[in-house]
């Protein structure tokens, strides 16, 4: 009966975790557009308009193209339930959940490369030239951010002996790791590569519609109804992912690795939640301070952060072998 | 040696190197000088630091020197230099950035590769800062000949100087009189280079340097 | 026994062989053909399997033919019967495939014999345990497929390939009998018994090990050897394709495991380091090239060389690994390489048979003139689609896991105590990375252009749905794409003897873990679990798509293409392959290939057409084979002199050769 009530507990905090991340994900993005509202003297929209913006949507008529296929159909589904699975796999309030082992740092990554592989043919299912143009630079930048993501791994692992994420977590929360300027350039990268996958500027623009700048914005361009909801709720899971990974792995202080009680939890998902605001109001200041850039920009800005993870590796070789 | 020595010393000597592959990634000249005054800054306090961890003070003139003249007055004049000939943002490569930072990072490991035999050059600290150091000469090398420009150039060069003081800094016993010289050398070629420069731009009114091999005759077209 | 049947089996697929040539004068026996190849393959599938999975002994046989007193000697082993597997799985689907395919051939006769007897040879490849026997079998393989990629004969672009093929496959087969030469055991015996019992010195196993490189990797694939294996293996009809992309260069990597990790015994962690840095340079530029191609066919082949990169990597980092006695590192890169040889061979035959399949609808291989075939051939559409998110490596299937497994291993090179290999291997996982990404892309044209948007010729616009076989064949390969993904412990545990046998460790028993979760080294460490993954996929799909269903209007309208309101009906205004891949092209492609644009704008009031085009340099021919060619070419004419001296003068040179040698033996003693 205890186990059975045990197993039920855990599965429950795994329950909270996964619904958390897609509950509180548009108000995150209402809070990064607020802050950035202000940024630019504006009012800006409500706090709790992504969530208006959803709804509304919910209840518009989808409209196809008629050679639209299957494919185009399912996408939306498809991305929105893989990019949740791999937020929903990041510790955010708390570490050793009950699936928590089930895919690590590089199986959540790969995870969002599913996402993006499916957007990726949405957009060309149409075959227009906006469709083809936004997937095609998608995968460009994937496969850009790809070798610096990888980096970030490596020096993480190397760090923690481990890809779990749980496992780090559990160890970064504790002093032990020590000054690590490894750790600061990995940091470094990873809001590169964040604001790259997230499709955030200076590499994309969330905000336009109509240029040839854009690449997220033009690969869902034909997307309309309960569909592009969807997307959109996709899109702003997946901030939240960024968001919790960059908790997870480099400030999960006030995480609830030990002690099961319920209020060690409520502690913890209350320091998350103020993390996850602290860094949603944060992107939008580094956002107003930078122009987005032009697309042949793009290798010199993942460039850096590939160097970034590159000289983080060695810094740790350095530090660890000598 | 205690851990926070260690950690301390290594933020501060890879501090170093991230600088060096900044002024490596930056394309502006006001903000490769920038850059070049926090390398010198981040320079002193690790030369600060190893005089406290080696409890050796004369050190601290070494930091005083670098801070001061590479921190402030180098960077200084070098902006001066910028404003007067009015070049604001010219960087010009000769290879592109993405290459230059690979061969970058493998210049670094190189560097490592180097360094790390050798057993005989002292703790670990030192092998370290060795390592780092080697990197940053070696880094400040690939941007002399990366770049066109007189100006980064200078920084280049002046950059290769940071890393000979960390390796110095790190091998404990650098007399102090070859601090002074080194640091009035350096000084003296931050003259002549000026020099060098207002007349490169006074004889060909511009200061990519590949001016000069159009002038010896070596290259007839770009 | 399953030695036996294995070799029976293969004189039955000869005894095919010459039954078709013989028949083939009368009637058509395609069908007979295929059918029996289906049948053999099927038979030589269940005996490996059932080999390796019950863990059976290592079986000899000595056959009393051959080079005189030596005989034939041939042997099953976990190893063999694991290339066994990868050799039947593919020929009996590309055989079920033929069923259907096979019939549309204008001159069946010019593949039907080769065909079994091509997969006869492979499977003596495997089989072989004596050096004579192995290079009868691979020079074999190498004619028999030579014979099928020459089979559509009247295009000149094929004659060039198969020539191609023809002078690498001589060279490999070279290299190798130089390698064997190095590694002949005491008193010259070339069993591969006596040659691993053999001691050998640095330098013969050192030179050894690069001339099977060159040699092994020459019929895999591996960069700058690569060259005729795009040319090759989209010349041959499709099924055959995916014999020869998917598994006969599983033999070349068959090879070399054999010879580097089995004969030779414990070579230096830095030959890891070589066969490292080529397995990272070959994934990097493979796909690379793949991407630039807009030919199906031919980009898929140079997926091959992505893939075959992958593979190699995993195995210098074993060789790395195991010869610093890290064998658990070695186990787990190891089980890598072998679990990625097994499935490239399942969804490059299933990608090839797709492009088949697109191929006989449609009479297109040029990716340009294809698109919305998803409308016209929805099955294919639906397999094709599997097989691409597998080669792109994506969860949960399977190309995941391998190079996952791949990804751990390379985490865990930390632990080599060579400084060398430390600072390159995380470079390395870099360029996997990057081209598992690349990979990602150039499938996202594939499909993309292929099967979606809109037709951009009638052909595409009338294709129809391939036959019955065809599709089977290509939906158990789909299967299995999924089952391995989904329970990859399954297929890791069937491996483990093979790499225990060769590395002297191994992974941790997967079955026995919770969940059917997969488990590198320990569960703290490192875990992934595709079962856990693909369910919570689909519940949170089907929780979505419920919620969405009750909370959301359902109404749908279908009208024009939006396209920001400037809709343009031509379907040429859609993104074309080549311009899909513009932005990578323009980043890594012009350091790699030195790319170049061509812009050919008439003046006003010109009125011929406009040219756009791009220049590529193929490094690999400009500064490899080029010169090379002009070089042999050169001593060629010079050498021609020799055709025309005086009797007097022949008598000559002959009389120098023979002191020459003289004078070399007289030195040697």
Redesign the interface.
Known sequence: MAMIFGFLYELALQGVQMFIVVLIAPLVMGVTRKVRAHLLRRIGPPLLQPYFDIWKLMHKEAVLAHNASWIYRVAPYFVFAVTWVAAALIPTYASGLLFSWSADLIAIVALLGTARFSLALAGMDVGTAFGGLGSSREMMIASLAEPAMLLIVFTVALVAGTTQLSSIAALFSTAAVGLRVSLALALFAMMFVGIAENARIPIDNPATHLELTMVHEAMVLEYSGRHLAMIEAAAQVKLVLYFSLIICLFVPFGMATGERSLAAFAFAMAVYLAKLFVLAALLPVGETALAKMRVFRYPVFLGGAFAAGALAVFLLFVSRGF | MG??A???A??LA??M??LS?LLL?QDRITAVINVFAWQAIALSLSVAWQSIVQEAPHLVATAVIALVVKGFLIPFALHRIVRRLDIHREVEQVI????T?LT??AL??LA??LV??VREAGG?LT??DL??ALAIILLGLLMMITRRNAVTQIIGFMSIENGLILAASGAKGMPLVVEVSVAFSVLIALIVFGVFVFRIRERFDTVDVSALDRFRGERRER | MPLVVALLCIAAFFAVAVLAAALGQRRDPTTTVYAASLAISTVLLLTALAHLIAGGPTLSVRMPFGLPVLGAHFRLDALSAFFLIVIDLGGAVASLYALGYGRHEDAPMRVLPYYPAFLAAMNLVVLADDAFAFLLSWEFMSLSSWAIVISHHREPANVRAAYIYLLMACFGTLSLLLAFGLLAGANGSFAFASIRGAEHTAWASGLAIILVLIGAGSKAGLVPLHVWLPLAHPAAPSHASALLSGVMTKVGVYAFIRIVFDLIGSPSPWFGLVVLAIGGITAFLGVLYALMQHDLKRLLAYHTVENIGIIFIGLGLALAFRANGIYFAAALAFTGALFHVFNHSVFKSLLFFGAGAVLTATHERDMERLGGLIHRMPKTAIAFLIGCMAISALPPLNGFVSEWLTFQAILASPQLPQWGLKLTIPAVGALLALSAALAAACFVKAFGTTFLGRPRTPAAANAVEVDRFSLAAMFILAGLCVFAGILPGIVIDGLAPAVAQLVGGVMPKQSAMAWLTIVPVEQSRSSYNGLIIFVFMVSSGTLTALAIHRFATRATRRSDIWDCGFPLDAPQTQYTPSSFAQPIRRVFGTVVFRVHEVLDMPQPGDTRAGHFGVRVIDPVWRFGYGPLARGIGWLAKHFDRLQFLTIRSYLTLVFCALILLLVVVAAWR
């Open positions: 851990t926070l260690f950690d301390l290594h933020l890879g501090g190197l991230v592959f990634y592109g950035g993405g290459p930072m970058g990072l670094v490991a490592i590769l790390q035999p670990t092998r370290e390592a780092f």
